[in-house]
């Protein structure tokens, strides 16, 4: 039997295993190691202060580790230096602060070019940008597996493409994107790119210069660590082509009633005071992934896939969406409405998700009106799997 | 909850649903229910009679007869059927004062089916209601 010697990190997963509640969507968000709810409760019981302002000790060692987050992330993604790194709330709003920030490179008859997999928050800033601009948003098509299709890329991303905005990982499919190969398309038309990391960083280990995009963004819920905290990466001659986005606080050099001059990134695109505990936290979350063995995780998360995957395809008319290449599947059932699924897979215990996943206009090209969703994390296990098909099994009895 | 005032076929919703052992039965039960909803023409099942907040589609559609409302409620998907089924069995035929009023959340939990009314449900039971009253309240 497959066993996680990570679930016990992890105090919620006991908690859940208690009440008979199995956690299969860590897509959605995942839970938390000790490591972070210790130093959650080490930040706030030695003294809160805020960052960046005061001279006072507590000020002094909120800062430290503040910055000393932004030092682990920038080695962690391989970034050149610290202040190639934003904090912002979430990966929706990394998002939207780029698409706000880049608003003044974008002309009437421009394109901006996303593909068909984005989830909504890698769509709606870059839509709602196009219609401000008068600009075309251009969506590349997927082959068949939910890859981008790079042939079809090679024709739509041409002069016009000033952003290049793509996931690395789909949150639906759990296909791997071939970013190696897509990114230079538009590189070589002197777009911005744009990775939508919030997936795929949690499956692997990304080094954003090997990458090659000028953005990267990846949410610290998904990664283990706390809400409220959005990460984004910007090579540095890239973060000097935003224009600021949100005003007030400490992103401000000089301030005057009728005008103002403002910080380089990183400070000048962090406006008001910062979500401090959860960067300490995001801080404590990358040291513990860090001391963590990277080759059996990897093998750990590509067997447990394998046994979701294989599960799936062994039942009768079970449709996979794609072919997923880690992390998660979707699937449909033939002739049962997943929303039923959903209802019965809840009153036995076990916690997917179902619906359109925020991805809308995917599902539409799918022709689906909504999908089951499970997906893993390291401190999944074998246990977990069969619970799940044993539930699902069940269901589909009651159903068909 | 005022006893006198359950229209038989709630009644009828207590009998079954509290005798019920079990998910599985509750599921199956709650299909049968689904199966007895009025059925909606096909002009009906339109964008005008779609409860928004709802993940999976709902229609309903309310006509009033000497102040009392009735309403006639369809879904895709089945369990989501039974639940509209026992909540019509519950407010079908009531006044506008006591659609009002009317405690959906006692009602559901009467019959061992409070969670389906979760605010983290995308279920729409919820927004049915909603929509119930707001109709009634025209
Ligand atoms: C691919 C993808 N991008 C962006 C997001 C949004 O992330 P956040 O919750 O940090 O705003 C998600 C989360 O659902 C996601 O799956």
């Not at chain 1, 996303?114 to 251009?138: C, D, K």
């Not at chain 1, 990277?294 to 794609?322: T, Y």
């Not at chain 2, 076929?9 to 007895?36: C, K, N, S, Y």
């Not at chain 2, 102040?67 to 509209?84: I, K, N, V």
Request: one cysteine or more.
């Amino acid at each position: 039997m497959l066993s996680s010697p990570w679930r016990s990190d992890f105090p919620a997963l006991a908690v859940m295993e208690a009440q008979g509640e199995v956690y299969l969507d860590s897509a959605a968000t995942a839970q938390k190691p000790q490591a972070l709810i210790s130093a959650l409760t080490g930040y706030y019981t030695s003294g809160a202060a805020n960052v960046h302002r005061a001279q006072h000790a507590s000020a002094e060692r909120a800062t430290r580790a503040f910055e000393g987050t932004r030092t682990k992330l920038a080695s962690w993604l391989n970034a050149a230096e610290p202040t190639e790194i934003i904090f912002t709330r979430g990966a929706t709003e990394a998002l939207n602060l780029l698409a706000y920030g880049m608003e003044a490179h974008i002309d009437a008859g421009d394109e901006i070019a996303i593909t068909a997999l984005e989830h909504h928050a890698n769509l709606l800033p870059w839509q709602q940008l196009a219609q401000r601009r008068n600009a075309h948003l251009v969506v590349l098509p997927l082959d068949k597996a939910g890859h981008i299709d790079l042939e079809a890329a090679t024709q739509l991303i041409g002069p016009r493409t000033r952003v290049l905005a793509a996931s690395q990982l789909s949150n639906v499919l759990g296909t791997q994107q071939p970013l190696h190969r897509l990114l230079p398309l538009a590189k070589a038309q002197g777009a911005l790119t744009v990775v939508d990391g919030a997936q795929g960083i949690v499956h692997q280990r990304t080094d954003v210069r090997s990458l090659g995009c000028d953005f990267y963004v990846l949410s610290s819920h998904k990664l283990y660590g706390p809400e409220g905290v959005g990460v984004l990466y910007g090579r540095r001659e890239a973060l000097a082509r935003l224009r600021h986005w949100q005003f007030g606080g400490e992103m401000v050099q000089l301030a005057e009633f009728q005008h103002a001059q403002f910080r380089p990134a990183p400070l000048g695109f962090e406006a008001g005071t910062p979500p401090i505990a959860g960067v300490i936290g995001l801080g404590a979350v990358l040291d513990y992934l860090g001391g963590l063995d990277q080759a059996a995780l990897a093998a750990h998360e590509h067997r447990l896939h394998r046994m979701l995957v294989d599960g799936l395809a062994m039942r009768d008319g079970i449709r996979l969406l794609g072919r997923p290449d880690c992390a998660l599947a979707s699937f449909t059932v033939e002739g049962v409405h997943p929303a039923d699924l959903s209802h019965l897979l809840t009153e036995q215990g076990v916690a997917v998700r179902s619906g359109t996943h925020c991805a809308m206009p995917l599902m539409g090209r799918l022709g689906v009106s909504g999908a089951i969703r499970a997906s893993l994390a390291f401190y999944n296990d074998g246990a977990d799997l069969e619970v799940f098909f044993c539930a699902l099994d069940r269901a589909l009895e009651l159903l068909r | 909850m005022n006893e006198p005032t359950l229209p038989p076929a709630a009644r009828e919703a207590i009998d079954a649903f509290t005798g019920a052992a079990g998910w599985e039965q509750r599921a199956r039960l709650l299909m049968q229910w689904g199966e007895r909803l009025e059925p909606l023409a096909d002009s009906e099942r339109s964008d005008e009679n779609r409860v928004r907040g709802c993940e999976s589609q709902v229609w309903l559609i309310a006509s009033e007869h000497d102040s009392r409302w009735h309403f006639r409620a369809d879904s895709e998907a089945r369990l989501l059927r039974g639940l509209l089924a026992v909540l019509l069995a519950r407010v079908d035929g009531l006044d506008a004062q006591a659609l009002r009023t009317v405690d959906v959340a006692e009602w559901f939990n009467r019959l061992g089916l409070g969670r389906q009314l979760s605010p983290s449900r995308a279920n729409g039971i919820n927004a049915v209601l909603s929509r119930m009253q707001a109709l009634a309240a025209r």
